[in-house]
């Protein structure tokens, strides 16, 4: 930005609080490396200063109004943002305001533009979190200085040590577990994007060079929408904010923007002041529910039923949209009534085994769907019963898939039944029914979905009430807004050489061959396939593996996994018994199954990843099963985590405006923020890339004072320990974050996602760019529409006005799987299913999220937020269910199931649904011995999800595989403690 | 006149021109965002830790400070009433933490970080927005809506009434009404007569304080922070009498704007659009078209005008609905943002 410095500000009346941050970052910065442990931890305690100055200094002002105006008063002001810790609303544009070395406050800057006149702008935007971070530097949970643990992992009892000495101890961990193990031994437990996006590069750029293993972040923490994924074949496909006030009917599901999107929320009051109805399909009258004209009372799991209700009504009232649903979908596909397979030209005349069929609606002929394009040659028959002569002289019934559909929801899913399963009133379903069919309807349907057990049936079922009502493609549609121009991470990770040198022109080169080699095997396969054959490729060199087969094979989530009586009776097998017979078929490779099962993991790292809290169970099964394997438990944190709490060492890091970093938006919000070194971290804190840099070094300097040159990859091809630094430093071109900050300007240039001839100093001046296009990754077929900066962005156009297939196994949006596992489980089509009875037989069923002050655990245990609350964990439960078991509002309860029990307050309230309760998420040592209630969630993940052999079936990185994740609807008994 | 210390009421109550907030109860979702920017840039300073100038609880609740509305103070039938002073607890408390103890001192998990209180050392049984989103109604008939505060800068304030040393005034330009710290002896009169209790006593200082409208910022054309960083674009703000702002509009052409308990006589300047409410089921389970708010939930904090409030923006909404457009729901999206302000739209970057 402009030099805003003003001098001669140095406030007398602001003084007493900047004084004790003062104090704060001096510390214990004196201190000798050989201190007692008491005196030791008195030293590390960075008092909070207002207090201990309290009743000492009440300043004299020559006159009063000073008191207030010379808190109005600064030294400096520079850009500033939250690295992506709230990514799809984030990237906020603020001015942090520096006084006497400290950030004293910061404000949105308000400067972020409406697409164009006719829509709302996107300001002030910034939540409270981003309004209050000043207060998480300086706060008691930082972390100022290398700590090596001197106790028992989890005691808290530590030696305060140097960087050198703390990066040789990893790094010999490090070639320890190389030359022991080999690169199955290095384990990145996904470094989390709230570390930055330059530090979230770092550590996949640092397990690339090692070939190590990261359990995949998105999928692990559930954030995979699969029914998405199964649907559509793919999941990244968002809209912008603005996109809600083109729409009629906004249906907020599985999601609570109240807490979680906050800087987005007003498109949604907005868009309902517009004229739009706003929806909350919830099983609580949710904290967003008060903005909302409909709450759906849905019970707990069960709202594929509420989908499907809608679904009947709008066939049976033939409301339907039968060009959108002929065209998009594979409704009108035959289906063999024999064996309920897709009938196949290899059926017919032994052609092409996935070229299907639909009957041409005038001459009532089988006729070829096309598979090249959407585009159907003439009027398909969605009704009916037909028959097809086989090749080998059989004739067989078929249907439409559209038919099975009708009489499944005809027989499941009239309102009166599908109320009944679901727990919507049946005016209800009739009314929304009838509206969806008539207006321009979008949802958001958020991360609960993912983290349902059932949660893909949810959303296959939304899908088809969406496909049915021709409720995507269009302004005003779309499902929700998770897709991002990552390229600036992704291409950081994984790059030879700087751009400039022709780094990104490499990777562009390596992208093309997979294009061209896959339009030669068949022509009418899309770019869109061709990408995410590049893509899985990539995740393979990143060391990204599906995390759930990694946590059953070396965490101990096996016995979790295969217990008979929390799994869906409807499944054949236990979870390992369908791994087996995945492994057998070849659908997992020993490129997903890493660590492999006969290897033992040797070293751990974190960045700002926190699995203690929320690794479902793994406050329990971490420290139980998980980390007596390992030698090595390091975090580099920027705050005192649960986890960071049974590290071995903790390596102390620069947090947001103490380090150059540009966030990574999500479409929500589309524009990249610059976050500027506003002041230098405190203590000993570094930017994680030079961390991450200083232990490569130190590898390759133990790795040549132990006589060891080379170390053998999972591939058995040779690396050198003394190339690893150089390697990820790029020869020095990388030393710094601002380094790579200018490095990822280059790359998002070169990538399209930054305007042409864009710079560094462009972005450093102007503090933020809105993005022109979606890059060069993922997300830039996902979406399947241009990014229009004018305009508010929807996905799926390419489909619509295009008619570009899908990369599914059909081709089309696939509501019909006609894969074994499906039709045996009776998931072939989109249907309801009771969630089984995870945690055992208890009358409670627990959901929950993100809270509202924290994003993740980031400001969880900061005092500042903490007190705009109670300060400690609760449990929402309904008011007459607290009554019944004698407890009142402010009394502690024990929750416990099968496996695991906590304690908690319980909060009374009559907005949650009875046989309900809600715990939003804190840390593991904000409860009583340590046992928070993640311990009860399981996360047990549908092995349905293992299936492979469909296209749309598989893994490449941030997509697919079984989330390990699914805790919504846990079951627990609850009762005083 | 100009302020004139210990003047009499009549001087010291008198403005010009007055300054004006509407909060719009649709479109708030209990952030905090609005009392984190209060906090951080007034009172963090010491004595001031517990207070809340600018708060958002949960309604139905118990407010804050909490009971305020059971407190007593402002004016019957012109008279002054007594009021009670709330505790510090009730005004928020501040609780601390043993992240020291948790972290380095070696106890594992027999120690947990939890909040004490401030005031009595404690395990805390109640504190700032303690009963958020707790709300009223039965299941399956919920509802709340969050209620964001701050002083009204009444036109009659009670607290000035009350300061029996002339130290609180109502500045002439703008209607900001202010407690000379000089002046103050910490009566705190003010404290008990404010109906809304937006009045807090520094134990460090001894003198009472409130909120200031954030009058350096206003000095500088700078919106207020509590309206300026509301996140969900609830807040307009500006002069009453300044026909082309949005507050005037709302207040008094639209008039769909109210105060919150008029009742208690002072002349507030903050004013409310009321909630629409989601949509009830009735007795059989099944939807209804009327609001689950029960409206007499509403009068009880605006008065009787709420019905017809409703009405208005039920049949604006119906407009937008049917393409006709409606300036009242212009108003209400505002669509850029800075028209929220009524002028007082300069960056936060000139300082006093
Ligand atoms: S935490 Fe995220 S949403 Fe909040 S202000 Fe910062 S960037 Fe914006
Ligand atoms: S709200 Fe209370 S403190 Fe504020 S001006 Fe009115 S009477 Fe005074
Ligand atoms: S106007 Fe300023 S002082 Fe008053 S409540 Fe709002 S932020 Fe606080
Ligand atoms: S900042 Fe705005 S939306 Fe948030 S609580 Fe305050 S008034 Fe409500």
């Known amino acids: 930005m402009d030099e805003r410095v003003k001098t001669g500000a140095a406030a007398n009346g602001a003084s007493t609080v900047d004084a004790g941050r003062r104090n704060f970052l001096k510390g214990s910065g004196g201190l000798g490396l050989s201190l007692s442990l008491p005196s030791f931890a008195t030293a590390l305690a960075p008092g909070f200063v207002g207090e201990a100055l309290a009743g000492t200094k009440v300043p004299a002002y020559a006159k009063w109004e000073d008191i207030y105006r010379n808190e109005w008063k600064w030294d400096k002001v520079t850009w500033g943002s939250h690295l992506n810790i709230c990514w799809p609303q984030g990237s906020c544009k603020f001015y942090v305001y520096v006084r006497n070395g400290i950030v004293w406050r910061e404000e949105q800057a308000a400067q972020t533009a409406a697409c164009n006149a006719d829509y709302v702008d996107y300001n002030p935007l910034g939540c409270q979190k981003g309004a209050a971070f000043n207060n998480n530097l300086y706060g008691d949970e930082r972390i100022k200085y290398p700590l090596k643990r001197v106790g028992e992992r989890g005691e808290g009892k530590w030696k305060r040590v140097s960087w050198d000495e703390a990066t040789a101890d990893i790094a010999d961990a490090i070639i320890d577990g190389l030359e022991s193990q080999g690169s199955d031994a290095f384990i990145l437990d996904s470094p989390h994007v709230h570390a930055g996006s330059v530090a979230n590069s770092g550590g996949y750029r640092m397990t690339y060079l090692l070939d190590g293993v990261s359990p995949d972040n998105n999928v692990d923490i559930g954030d995979t929408y699969t029914g998405a994924f199964h649907t559509f074949g793919k999941m990244h496909m968002g809209y912008s904010a603005d996109n809600l006030l083109d729409s009629e009917l906004i249906f907020m599901t599985c999601s609570n923007w109240s807490y979680t999107y906050p800087t987005g929320y007003h498109f949604m009051t907005e868009a309902r002041y517009k004229g739009a109805e706003v929806v909350v399909v919830a099983p609580d009258f949710n904290p967003t529910t008060p903005g909302a004209d409909i709450h759906v009372p849905v019970k707990v799991g069960r709202d594929a039923a509420f989908w499907l209700g809608l679904c009947q009504v709008m066939i049976d009232e033939k409301l339907i949209d039968r060009q959108f649903v002929s065209e998009q979908t594979d409704l009108p596909l035959l289906v063999r009534s024999d064996t309920g397979k897709f009938l196949s030209a290899a059926d017919v005349d032994g052609g092409h085994a996935k070229q299907f069929y639909v009957i041409d609606e005038k001459t009532r002929a089988l006729r070829q769907a096309p598979r090249g394009t959407l585009r159907q040659d003439g009027p398909v028959a969605l009704e009916g019963t037909f028959s097809a002569k086989l090749h080998d002289g059989k004739t067989v019934e078929v249907r439409p898939v559209f038919q099975l559909m009708k009489d499944q929801l005809d027989k499941e899913f009239t309102p009166e039944k599908a109320s009944a399963k679901s727990g919507a009133p049946v005016s209800l379903i009739r009314e929304l029914g009838r509206k969806v069919a008539k207006k321009r309807t979008l949802s958001y349907i958020g991360f609960t979905a993912a983290k349902s057990y059932h949660g893909d049936l949810f959303e296959r079922s939304m899908y088809l009430a969406m496909a049915l009502s021709g409720n995507w493609g269009k302004p005003g549609t779309g499902f929700y807004s998770w897709a991002y121009a990552e390229d600036n991470m992704f291409f950081l990770a994984v790059m030879n050489k700087p751009t400039a040198q022709g780094g990104m022109n490499e990777m562009a080169e390596m992208q093309k061959s997979f294009h061209e080699r896959l339009k030669k095997e068949d022509p009418t396969s899309t770019d869109e396939m061709a990408d995410i054959e590049f893509t899985k490729a990539v995740t393979v060199a990143m060391g990204a593996v599906p995390p759930a087969m990694w946590l059953y094979n070396h965490a101990g989530y096996d016995q979790l996994y295969n217990n008979k009586a929390w799994a869906d009776p409807s499944l054949k097998t236990t979870f390992g018994g369908y791994l087996k017979e995945a492994i057998d078929k070849g659908w997992w490779t020993k490129d997903h199954l890493r660590p492999a099962p006969d290897k033992t993991p040797q070293v751990y790292m974190m960045i700002s990843h926190n699995p203690i809290r929320r690794k479902r169970s793994g406050a329990k099964l971490y420290p139980e099963v998980l980390f007596p394997k390992l030698k090595m438990i390091f975090a580099m944190e920027v705050r005192m985590s649960s986890s960071a709490m049974y590290a071995d060492i903790v390596l102390p890091c620069a947090w947001y405006y103490e380090k150059h970093e540009i966030t990574t938006p999500c479409s929500g919000n589309p524009f990249f923020t610059f976050v500027d070194r506003a002041v230098a971290p405190p203590g000993e804190c570094k930017e994680e890339w030079e961390g991450m840099a200083l232990i490569l070094k130190k590898v390759g300097e133990r790795a040549k004072a132990r006589g060891l040159t080379e170390f053998t990859d999972h591939y058995g091809k040779k690396r050198r320990y003394d190339e690893l630094y150089s390697k990820f430093v790029m020869d020095g071109h990388l030393l710094t974050n601002e380094d790579c900050v200018k490095e990822m300007v280059q790359i998002n240039v070169a990538a399209d996602v930054f305007p042409k001839g864009y710079t560094y100093e462009k972005l450093r001046k102007e503090g933020q760019v809105k993005f022109t296009s979606l890059g060069q990754s993922v997300a830039k077929y996902a979406c399947g529409n241009e990014y229009d900066p004018n305009k508010p962005f929807f996905p799926l156009r390419w489909h619509v006005d295009d008619r570009k297939v899908y990369p599914t196994h059909t081709r089309r949006a696939q509501f019909y799987f006609d894969h074994d596992w499906y039709l045996e489980a009776g998931e072939a089509l989109p249907t309801h299913k009771d969630p089984p009875m995870m945690g055992g037989d208890h009358p409670f069923q627990i959901t929950g999220g993100h809270p509202r002050v924290s994003i993740h655990s980031a400001h969880l245990t900061n005092a500042h937020l903490s007190r705009l609350h109670r300060g400690q964990p609760v449990m929402h439960m309904n008011d007459h269910d607290a009554v019944a078991l004698g407890i009142k509002d402010g009394e502690m309860a024990k929750v416990f199931n099968d496996f695991a029990s906590c304690q908690i307050m319980v909060r009374t309230a009559p907005n949650i649904q009875p046989k309900q309760c809600v715990v939003y998420f804190w840390e593991a040592y904000q409860y009583k011995d340590w046992k928070p209630y993640d311990i009860l969630l399981l996360g047990i993940p549908k092995a349905l999800h293992l299936a492979g052999g469909y296209e749309q079936f598989r893994y490449y990185y941030l997509n697919g595989s079984p989330a390990p994740a699914t805790d919504r609807g846990v079951r627990v008994s609850i009762e005083k403690a | ?352």
């Open chain 2, 1 to 352: 006149m100009a302020y004139v210390p210990g003047g009499s009421k009549k001087e010291l109550r008198k403005a010009d021109r007055q300054l004006a907030t509407v909060i719009d109860l649709n479109k708030c979702l209990g952030c905090q965002t609005c009392s984190v920017a209060c906090k951080n840039l007034w009172t963090k300073r010491p004595g001031t830790e517990h207070m809340r100038w600018a708060n958002v609880t949960t309604y139905p609740g118990k407010g804050y400070p909490r009971d305020y509305e059971k407190k007593g103070g402002g004016f019957r039938d012109g008279e002054p009433q007594p009021g009670k002073i709330p505790s510090v607890i009730d005004s928020g408390d501040n609780f601390q933490f043993n992240h020291n103890e948790v972290y380095y001192e070696g106890k594992g998990q027999s120690v947990r970080l939890h909040p004490v209180s401030n005031v009595t050392g404690k395990e805390p049984e109640w504190g700032y927005n303690w009963d958020e989103d707790q709300g009223g109604g039965q299941w399956p008939n919920p509802y709340f809506f969050y209620f964001a505060r701050m002083c009204n800068h009444c036109t009659k304030p009670a607290c000035l009434e009350a300061c029996p040393t002339g130290a609180i005034f109502k500045r002439e330009k703008d209607g900001i009404v202010l407690i000379d710290q000089d002046r103050c002896k910490g009566h705190r009169h003010c404290v008990e007569a404010c109906p809304y209790k937006a009045v807090y006593f520094n134990p460090v200082a001894q003198k009472s304080e409130k909120c200031i409208l954030c009058f350096p910022r206003i000095d500088k054309g700078i919106a207020n922070a509590c309206n300026r960083q509301c996140t969900g674009r609830v807040r307009a703000f500006g002069y009453l009498d300044d026909r082309d702002s949005q507050v005037h509009k709302l207040v008094a052409k639209w008039k769909v704007a109210l105060p919150l308990h008029a009742e208690y006589g002072t002349g507030p300047n903050v004013f409310y659009v009321p909630p629409m409410g989601a949509r009830g089921f009735g007795s059989d389970g099944e939807i209804t078209d009327g609001s689950r708010i029960p409206l007499d939930v509403l009068e009880g904090l605006f008065g009787p005008e709420v019905r017809r409030v409703l009405d208005v923006l039920r049949t604006e909404r119906a407009k937008m609905k049917a393409g006709q457009g409606s300036e009242l729901m212009d108003i209400l999206i505002s669509k850029k943002w800075t028209d929220r302000f009524g002028g007082f739209t300069n960056d936060p970057l000139t300082q006093s």
